[in-house]
């Protein structure tokens, strides 16, 4: 099972500001990595796939990078909106599926 | 407009069962994957189970032997059986559309709430 780790578990960002955040995998997953958003009460929502790919009406602000076990996510110019927690999840290697533990993103 | 809606979730003594469902529209459940993800609560995703267009079905090592993944063509309605129920598989299960068989989810539904106590 490829294991997923997130960092930080909490950033603390100002409206405006940039927001990056790391997700790194137990094993190579080439590119087979996609980031969600969830807010509380909500589902989770797709943000990026192959990695870098922003899924459909997510935010040209909203950037995704990296490949084997290195990823990042970027948030340029964070709105209110963006205020959530993010997963990361690779579908390289399965089953299962797996998802890092979250980065919750919140307002400084 | 795709739309998936979850139901069959509640309170539930431990070894017990229940039948979730997830009622699919603006799409054809058989001709994609579909997985159950779930959510303790406070806590992150966990994938619980997928079933292939082809009829295949996964499952996580902590479930298996005790769900079944199925659908239900004529309903368009995808299923998760959950048998044996422990305090430790309360959470919020979501059901969740494959993107085109890729391995990542691009429609969930809301999530129902299964609580497994005495």
């Known amino acids: 099972e490829i294991v997923m780790t997130q960092s930080p578990a909490t950033l603390s960002v100002s409206p405006g500001e940039r927001a990056t955040l790391s997700c790194r995998t137990s094993q190579n997953v080439n590119s087979n990595l996609a980031w969600y958003q969830q807010k509380p009460g909500q589902a989770p929502r797709l943000v990026i796939y192959g990695a870098s790919t922003r899924a459909t009406g997510i935010p040209a602000r909203f950037s995704g990078f990296g490949s084997g076990t290195e990823f990042t996510l970027a948030i340029s110019s964070l709105q209110s909106e963006d205020f959530a927690v993010y997963y990361c999840?690779?579908?390289?290697?399965?089953?299962?599926?797996?998802f890092g533990q979250g980065t919750k993103l919140e307002i400084k | 407009e795709v739309r998936l809606v979850e139901s069959g979730g509640g309170l539930i003594q431990p070894g017990g069962s229940l039948r979730l469902s997830c009622a699919a529209s603006?799409?054809?459940?058989?001709?994609?994957?579909m997985t159950w993800v779930r959510q303790a609560p406070g806590k992150g995703l966990e994938w619980v189970s997928l079933i292939k267009s082809g009829g295949s079905t996964y499952y996580a090592d902590s479930v298996k032997g005790r769900f079944t993944i199925s659908r239900d063509n004529s309903k368009n309605t995808l299923y998760l059986q959950m048998n044996s129920l422990r305090a430790e598989d309360t959470a919020v299960y979501y059901c969740a559309k494959d993107y085109d068989s890729s391995g990542y989810f691009d429609y969930w539904g809301q999530g129902t709430l299964v609580t497994v106590s005495s």
């Open positions: 603006g799409f054809t459940v058989s001709s994609n994957y």
């Open positions: 999840q690779q579908y390289n290697n399965w089953p299962p599926y797996t």
